[in-house]
């Protein structure tokens, strides 16, 4: 089964090619042996930069699901995740991740991530762009309520 859901994740990216919707990017989202969401990038066909194949399936999955976490899911990319894609995943929350090409191969292809993996490692103050916190007390008291709220939603 794991080919064939990459086969599907391979194709959605190699359809980008003609279909220039964005990047040849897919990925294919699987709950108890069925597709349940997929995508391919979409950055170009929507201006914008976070409609990313895995984000795209997601957003789907997660609304087929009616929730906002893919426990029992499995998502299968065409391409190593990204950063960006990395983080959604790991919050949407999967029971595992499949690959296919890797993020050198990607780089090879002049689409190069290196520079975001190293801006996260770096202290705030050397980043390329320049980044200043504003107002943490007040934005500090909305965690304040949300915590004594009562509100009982797990992310």
């Known amino acids: ?3 064939k859901f990459m086969q ?3 194709e959605l990216a190699r359809q980008n090619i003609t279909k220039l919707y964005g990047g ?3 990925a294919v989202i699987v709950k108890d042996g069925k ?3 997929e995508g391919s990038n979409e950055v170009v066909k929507n201006n914008d930069p976070t409609a990313h194949a895995e ?3 997601i957003r789907r999955a997660t609304q087929y ?5 893919l426990e029992g899911c499995e998502i299968y990319c065409s391409c190593e995740p990204c950063p960006m894609c990395l983080g959604a ?3 949407a929350r999967p029971s595992k991740i499949y690959y296919a090409a890797s993020r050198e191969d990607a780089s090879k292809a002049n689409f190069d991530d290196s520079l975001i993996y190293k801006e996260i490692n770096m202290s705030l103050n050397k980043r390329l762009i320049p980044i200043e916190q504003v107002l943490p007390e007040k ?3 909305v965690f304040k309520e949300w915590n004594e709220g009562g509100i009982d939603i797990v992310y």
């Open 139 to 141: 934005a500090k008291e």
């Open 89 to 91: 995943i790991y919050w």
């Open 55 to 57: 984000i795209v399936a």
């Open 65 to 69: 699901l009616n929730s906002f976490q």
């Open 35 to 37: 597709i349940i969401g």
């Open 1 to 3: 089964m794991k080919i």
């Open 8 to 10: 599907r994740a391979i």
């Open 24 to 26: 040849p990017f897919g």
